[in-house]
């Protein structure tokens, strides 16, 4: 007899399906809940009350087969009635404002659905946004008004604080102090000799090397005078060069104006000034080029006396050294006189703490990659050290002094050329020493997240006034351009100078700022937007310019600032709309009118000047008055129609849509002439 295959046994039946009739007898016969019981699960325990709840209200009407929802289903009604309930709760009755706020912002701070705020909007404000549309303080008052909820402004924190915080924990250094170079800007009009002036004292030639004569970046350089270390910074005098003036003298100790003897003071000059003493730096006056037979060092004196500047001998403050930067006169007298104010000063660092710099210029090298031109203000930097600079960071691979040598350390008061960094870094940005590299990059990552933010913010900002802007705007023209320099700071100051050019009709855009040569997506954004590239100091790869010719994309190149922004106004004013200017062609008189059932009247006339022509305006006078601006719209001799009627010779002249001549009018005509606008 064959022995039955083994069969496990069989699990219990399951629950019965009808959960309210096991409810019912569970209810008339209570039991311990064990683990295998079903019913032990709360959620499907709520289930089956609700079930009994459907069938209590049921009862008394006809049955009908429910259909048994889904865990799916289950869950979505509790999700609901959850949310409900949190809408209840999470409902705010005040706002805290610190700054500019997304729609989604508001929603979360005040419990008010993101929906409602953005049907409001619409409806009352008839402004169209979205979640990540920032908002003013005006508007965002206006929704809490509307919802019952209390706006009330903050302070904003900064949440660069925070990484300061930590900056300053890992830098802190000895507490010792030693005496640190003075670190010296010069600044002052163009072409009054500031170069020049570094020339004499760092016995090199560095004018020859720019551009138009003219200074285009800013340059750091250290001499030795006396055996003492003196860093100067030689700032570009056009006046584009603003900002780039403003960042010298916020980093300096002390300020030397350079004023040309010949020339006096220029708008560049008060400029200069403006800049010293607004970051509260002393100013030496250098009367610059007393060799010349022109110059009336006493006149520049007078004249910067009305700006503040007295002269020591007459009862002032400010220093004054009278010199020639071509001759090399008195060069040796301004670098005592430089000791003289600084040692005042008593300028101190600690050489054992993290080092803390600005950077005075950044680039992309081709070979090195990003470099920054950097002056250590604090501390001592070290190559291997990790940076953050901005918003980017990287580990110093090099530095190099203003000589081109290699140098391991940096003290203060030294300006170095560093690589190692990751992007470039913005002129002016600050630069830290950090111990390690993940701390460095943190804090690059949290920057460069609040810089996107805040950009962001700042393009998707509405305010009040916006809305009446953007209706204007909508009739401007833009000219748009793609703009690559070789140094971050050229870059700043030409985008800040071509959106400076102000016009009623047309504005320049600047879609693209970077640094680095004209490459193939410059040319794709170029070509996507109607754009212009402008490169200043750098060229362009065979890829791109091979790209460019066969777009159609105008490439134009430049070393010097004035001609780029001179080019991009006569761009401008070629968008403007054409104008024209009536410019007087001749004269005629009525002697007699004729019907004629064709036409309707003509003007038998005499032309008595000059000459007259079809298209031409007219001008129609009666009684000395101007009654009439048209245009003549036919001219007939005898009966042919002719183009042009000379002095002396009578005619029959029909006006557009005018027939009602009387003896005696004027007719006199006009040719309208383009009016040609070079520049705005």
């Not at 705020?117 to 402004?127: G, R, T, Y």
């Not at 924190?157 to 005496?179: C, F, N, R, Y």
């Not at 000063?345 to 600005?358: E, F, N, Q, S, V």
Request: charged residues 30%.
């Amino acid at each position: 007899m064959k022995d039955k295959p083994f069969r496990p046994e069989r699990p219990e039946k399951p629950a019965p399906k009808n959960l309210w009739k096991q409810v019912v007898r569970e209810e008339a016969e209570p039991a311990a809940a064990t683990d295998t019981d079903i019913y032990a699960s709360p959620s499907k325990r709520l289930e089956a009350i609700k079930q009994r709840g459907l069938g209590n209200d049921r009862k008394g009407t006809k049955t009908t087969f429910l259909k048994k929802r889904s865990k799916k289903d289950r869950d979505s009604g509790s999700l609901e009635q959850d949310a409900k309930a949190a809408d209840v709760v999470s409902a705010k009755n005040h706002l805290f404002f610190s700054g500019p706020m997304t729609v989604k912002e508001v929603s979360h701070e005040t419990g008010v659905k993101s929906s409602d705020i953005i049907m409001f909007l619409m409806k009352e404000l008839q402004l169209m946004s979205t979640l990540n549309q920032s908002l003013d303080y005006d508007i965002i008052s206006l929704v809490c008004e509307h919802f019952g909820i209390t706006i009330t402004k903050t302070a904003k924190v900064d949440a660069d604080d925070e990484l300061e915080q930590v900056i300053a924990a890992k830098s802190e250094g000895s507490g010792e102090q030693v005496t640190r170079p003075p670190v010296v800007t010069v600044l002052g009009h163009v072409d009054h000799g500031k170069t020049k002036l570094l020339d004499a004292v760092r016995h090199t030639d560095v004018v020859a090397g720019e551009a138009g004569g003219i200074t285009q970046h800013i340059g750091a350089y250290q001499i030795v005078h006396n055996s003492r270390p003196i860093t100067f910074l030689d700032t570009p005098g056009h006046a584009a060069f603003t900002q780039l003036r403003a960042r010298g003298a916020k980093v300096t100790d002390l300020a030397v104006l350079v004023v040309a003897a010949d020339d006096g003071v220029m708008p560049q000059t008060v400029e200069a000034i403006d800049h010293a003493k607004e970051a509260k730096v002393p100013i030496l006056v250098a009367v610059n080029k007393i060799d010349k037979p022109q110059a009336n060092p006493d006149r520049v004196k007078q004249q910067l006396s009305d700006k503040g500047l007295i002269p020591e001998e007459w009862g002032g403050q400010t220093v004054y050294v009278n010199i020639s930067a071509k001759m090399k006169t008195n060069i040796e007298e301004l670098l005592d006189m430089v000791f003289l104010v600084t040692d005042i000063m008593d300028l101190k660092y600690d050489p054992k703490r993290k080092a803390i710099g600005t950077v005075i210029e950044a680039k992309i090298d081709k070979g090195k990659g990003p470099v920054a031109t950097v002056l250590v203000q604090n501390g001592t930097l070290y190559s291997g050290d990790f940076v953050v600079a901005g918003t980017t960071y990287g580990k110093i691979r090099a530095m190099e002094n203003d000589k081109g040598e290699r140098v391991p350390a940096a003290g203060a008061a030294t300006p170095v050329e560093l690589t190692g960094l990751h992007d470039v870094p913005e002129a002016g940005d600050q630069l830290f020493a950090i111990e390690d590299e993940k701390t460095a990059r943190e804090i690059s990552s949290k920057r460069l997240l609040k810089s996107r933010e805040e950009k962001l913010r700042y393009e998707a900002r509405v305010t009040l006034e916006d809305l009446f802007k953007k209706i204007q705007q909508e009739q401007l023209k833009e000219l748009k351009v793609v703009l690559k320099g070789d140094v971050q700071g050229s870059i700043e100051a030409i985008t800040s100078a071509l959106e400076g050019i102000k016009h009623e009709e047309v504005r320049v855009k600047v879609i693209r700022a970077d640094v680095g040569e004209i490459k193939e997506t410059d040319v794709m954004l170029a070509a996507a937007s109607s754009a212009i590239i402008l490169g200043y100091n750098i060229g362009i790869n065979a890829v791109a310019q091979a790209q460019a010719n066969t777009e159609k994309i105008e490439v134009r190149h430049y070393n010097v600032i004035y001609n780029l922004i001179d080019d991009v106004k006569r761009a401008m004013a070629g968008m403007l709309a054409i104008e024209y200017e009536e410019v007087y062609a001749g004269k005629a008189e009525v002697r007699k009118v004729f019907a004629s059932s064709r036409v309707g009247n003509i003007a038998g006339s005499i032309v008595q000047d000059g000459e007259l022509q079809t298209g031409q305006v007219a001008k129609v006078f009666r009684g000395g008055k101007e009654i009439l601006k048209t245009k003549v719209s036919s001219l007939k001799r005898f009966k042919d129609n002719v183009k042009t009627v000379a002095q002396g010779y009578e005619c029959g002249i029909l006006l557009d849509k005018f027939d009602t001549y009387e003896e005696g009018d004027v007719i006199e005509t006009f040719k309208l002439v383009e009016k040609k606008q070079e520049t705005i």
